[in-house]
């Protein structure tokens, strides 16, 4: 994905996160449909496909009100019959904030960029 500026390293050889774009052009190079989506509220986030949203690390403490917005990729996959945004965040800190994590839209916004790549 590097070549395709999915991501760019810095030069003491870490990584500066996710190039959009880039990510873009290597998902095309695998045959898989993606778009940028820029300018969101969590209500618009698509209801089909999966949906990597840029939102605050924060997330993984819900309890807490939002520090800010952006910053770290967590993949949306769905609601649930109640409009809870379905997602999964891997750093999560305990179980429930690492797999099938649903929360409100309203509650979402509050640490969601309000941009990401719709995959689908």
Request: without cysteine; hydrophobic residues 45%.
């Amino acid at each position: 994905m590097q070549a395709e500026g999915g991501y760019l390293e810095t030069p003491e050889g870490g990584i500066r996160g996710l190039v959009y774009a880039g990510a873009v052009a290597w998902l095309a190079g695998q045959g898989i449909a993606a778009r940028i989506l820029l300018e969101l509220t969590a209500r618009d986030i698509p209801a089909q496909g999966l949906f990597l949203a840029s939102v605050h690390p924060g997330i993984r403490r819900p309890d807490l009100a939002p520090p800010g917005r952006g910053g770290h990729l967590v993949l949306v996959f769905g609601r649930d019959a109640a409009g809870a945004l379905r997602f999964h965040n891997p750093s999560g800190d305990t179980p429930a904030t690492q797999a099938d994590v649903r929360m409100a839209p309203g509650r979402f916004d509050g640490f969601f960029a309000g941009r990401g790549i719709h995959i689908g």
